[in-house]
């Protein structure tokens, strides 16, 4: 009656979740998302690498390229972002020059320098959020007092 595990129907069903958790996602959620997505490939890229695996290498090292360039570049207002949003640009471009330097010369260490660069901007995007919500969570009794 029912079949043994089936790849493409569990792709399909990965596919439809993600699509599904889009439309409910906030935009602070996406770009966290999004950065969690470029450390993930990069690591798989790295550990494909490491075990001289060149196309899960170079689809590590393209998902990653394009998380930067369609999703992460993309998203940056850089007139209302100003300096900030400036910066970003900056660190993404320079990740981009490296990840393409790291494909071509299976190079780890360019690898790590561009999760060195990513992790921190992860972390902060992560603790912004945080630290939103316990404000948020002082100020309700506070609201709720008056």
């Given at each position: 009656m029912f079949?043994?595990?089936n790849p493409r129907a569990a792709a399909a069903y990965q596919r439809i979740n993600v699509e599904t958790s889009m439309h409910t996602?906030?935009?602070h959620q996406l770009?966290?998302?999004l950065l969690d997505g470029v450390l993930s490939a990069i690591a798989t890229a790295r550990g494909a690498l490491a075990r001289g695996d060149v196309p899960a290498k170079c689809n590590g090292i393209a998902k990653a390229v394009r998380?930067?360039?369609e999703g992460l570049?993309?998203?940056l207002d850089r007139e209302a972002g100003g300096?900030?949003?400036e910066n970003l640009g900056a660190v993404y471009e320079y990740s981009l020059t490296r990840l393409i330097q790291a494909n071509a010369r299976n190079d780890d260490a360019m690898l790590a320098e561009v999760a060195r660069l990513i992790a921190p901007i992860a972390q902060g995007w992560k603790d912004m959020k945080r630290s939103q919500a316990a404000a948020n969570d002082v100020a309700q009794?506070?609201?709720m007092e008056a």
């Open positions: 079949s043994a595990f996602i906030d935009q770009v966290s998302l998380i930067l360039e570049m993309t998203a300096a900030l949003a009794p506070a609201l």
